[in-house]
């Protein structure tokens, strides 16, 4: 009977580079055990990203590159994930029961990035992740309406002190929308704006998050600069325009982070293409190239480019975003693109937590 021995599984498995990491699945770390008994090989794989659309193809990939070692009668491959928090800006530490926090944000408005935020974050659940969504645009909040929350819908309390999250789409939400009325603005300074929303996200019981996506306001002032530096902030995602002007103020946006030492985790493209619904001609209106060229220029990756689409905006004003809309649909597909680019990123990232070494068990 041919021996199976570790070296012959891990050469193996070698040579399966695993999506979004850009390197195979050894290299990664991934592989967390390895059992061998009469030519049954039983193996492990933990990622640090949640990837349910991906995890039937890996667990078939992987199984057949362990079938093909002589010895090998079965391959029985698991491919599970486990969420880590890592470092964020001067070592602060994350809060808890949230693992990482990813600033969703944009150098100027109506760049489409509180509607990157919502989908970017049901993406994220859509992949098996457990996430929550802060909308932290005190004189603008959006994400309530966006995630079809009806109006005068307000969070728990316990104790007088603490807000639960109120609970939409599979998602754990905050907002100062819960607590104002649509008709009622805000005329509050920044330091006033700050304090208000620094208590939503302290005062909010969330529950073990291993992602929480934060709708920042839109620009690069004071409310901006001051929350970057005062929350834990694991990455940043910049939305942006193709056009030049909003490409400059993506630029300040990502001088902002730089300044502050929040990591830019990629660069989100909004209204790239417009297809006719007539005729099916495609065309740039707003440009194109923006956001490779800006991404390129700050070595950062470009996640993704979404269409100027009217079904976005339809979806948005029916409290259905693409990503729960139509779960199928190519939009969805591109959100889920970028929320796996994104997740894989940050498990690349620096983790206090230290990674088991591979175990080989041989009978």
Request: charged residues 15%; hydrophobic residues 40%; proline residues 6%.
């Amino acid at each position: 009977m041919i021996e199976v021995s570790k070296e012959k599984i891990e050469a193996a498995l070698s040579t399966c580079h695993l999506p979004y990491l850009n390197t195979d699945v050894v290299s990664a770390g991934a592989v967390k055990s390895i059992k061998v008994e009469k030519g049954i090989v039983s193996v492990q794989v933990t990622l640090g990203f949640p990837c349910l659309g991906q995890q039937a193809g890996m667990q078939q990939m992987l199984s057949a590159a362990i079938q093909h070692v002589p010895g090998v009668t079965r391959a029985n491959v698991v491919v599970n994930w486990r969420v880590r928090p890592h470092k964020t800006q001067g070592g602060a530490s994350v809060m808890p029961q949230v693992k990482n926090m990813i600033a969703v944000a944009s150098g100027k408005g109506g760049v489409g990035k509180s509607t990157t935020a919502v989908n970017l974050a049901l993406a994220l659940a859509a992949e098996g992740g457990r996430v929550g969504i802060l909308d932290a645009d005190i004189y603008g909040p959006s994400v309530p309406m966006m995630m079809g929350i009806a109006e005068g819908t307000r969070p728990g309390q316990v104790d007088n002190k603490y807000f639960t999250p109120v609970a939409a789409l599979g998602l754990q939400t905050m907002s100062i929308g819960y607590l104002i009325t649509e008709k009622t603005p805000l005329v509050w300074r920044g330091p006033m704006a700050t304090g208000a929303l620094k208590q939503l996200l302290e005062q909010t019981l969330w529950d073990d998050l291993d992602y929480l996506v934060i709708d920042m306001p839109p620009g690069t002032g004071d409310i901006q600069l001051t929350l970057s530096q005062s929350v834990p902030v694991t990455g940043a995602v910049i939305v942006t325009t193709p056009q030049d002007i909003a490409l400059l103020d993506a630029q300040k946006g990502i001088e902002m982070f730089i300044k502050v030492r929040v990591p830019v985790l990629g660069i989100v493209e909004n209204m790239s293409l417009h297809t006719c619904s007539q005729c099916g001609h495609s065309e740039a209106i707003f440009g194109e190239g923006g956001g490779e060229r800006i991404a390129s220029d700050y070595g950062v990756p470009l996640l993704g480019a979404l269409p100027l689409d009217i079904h976005i905006r339809q979806q948005m004003g029916k409290g259905k975003p693409s990503v729960f809309a139509e779960p199928e649909g190519d939009i969805t597909k591109r959100y889920r693109d970028i929320a796996l680019q994104l997740s894989a990123s940050l498990a690349k990232m620096e983790t206090d937590v230290k990674i088991p070494n591979i175990s080989v068990l041989s009978d």
